[in-house]
């Protein structure tokens, strides 16, 4: 059973420009998290997802990012006109029952230039 | 707005030897979570400390909770190259809903033959 996928595995971005990214869960799994890492700093709760609902997005910034989570398909965090703030390590996790034990992915590590 | 601070952030030690990672959290939470991540890989879940006085060990690493300090500890016994690995460990803010967790910034262990 393949873990958490995510890539890229390294983004990089000029400002002003559209980051997507992208998280398979493992097989069987319904629930994604997303956690953004900035550097020097632990990783912080952004949204989590169930298949086509967005359960809770507390965490994510009120502008330029949004989640998804298609019936079919990976989940994608999206970033739009990135700046150079937003440069961090991205990860997503998932789990099949609900809040369980979260299951993480390696990361996408986003720079923006 | 919670905050997880460990110490220490780097540890360097020798084979064999005992050390001690310490998590304090800043607010009320009946949940903890240590993991383990190699470079460029997944989080490796460890442990979930449920409750306070909990204690759980797994070979040559014990973790314990101490809910009333908001306090736990991930000691190392006898440390070997194979435990080399940043640790973090994250506690849950979702009121036990257990899916919004806050990391600690992680502690980064080398151990030297």
């Known amino acids: 059973n393949a873990g958490v996928m995510q890539n890229p595995r390294h983004l990089v971005r000029r400002r002003g420009q559209e980051a997507r990214l992208r998280c398979s869960p493992m097989?069987?799994?319904?629930?994604v998290y997303w956690y953004r890492q900035l550097p020097e700093e632990g990783l912080k709760f952004m949204v989590y997802?169930?298949?086509?609902?967005?359960?809770?997005e507390s965490g994510m910034p009120k502008e330029r990012f949004s989640a998804e989570f298609p019936k079919e398909g990976p989940s994608i965090l999206r970033i739009q006109q990135v700046v150079r703030g937003d440069s961090a390590a991205y990860f997503c996790?998932?789990?099949?029952?609900?809040?369980?034990?979260?299951?993480f992915g390696p990361g996408t590590r986003l720079t923006v230039l | 707005e919670l905050k997880v601070e460990q110490n220490p952030l780097f540890l360097s030690m020798q084979e064999g030897k005992n050390y001690t990672i310490y998590c304090n959290y800043s607010t009320t939470s009946d949940r903890l979570y240590w993991y383990r991540q190699d470079p460029g890989k997944s989080l490796e879940s460890l442990f979930v400390l449920l409750s306070n006085g909990a204690v759980k060990q797994e070979g040559r690493l014990m973790a314990s909770l101490d809910t009333k300090a908001r306090l736990s500890t991930l000691h190392i016994t006898a440390a070997v190259h194979d435990l080399s690995a940043t640790y973090f460990c994250?506690?849950?803010?979702?009121?036990?809903?257990?899916?919004?967790?806050?990391f600690g910034k992680g502690t980064l262990l080398t151990v030297n033959p």
């Open positions: 097989k069987g799994h319904s629930h």
């Open positions: 997802l169930q298949k086509e609902n967005i359960i809770d």
């Open positions: 996790a998932s789990s099949p029952h609900g809040p369980d034990t979260q299951y």
């Open positions: 994250a506690v849950d803010k979702s009121g036990g809903s257990n899916y919004k967790l806050t």
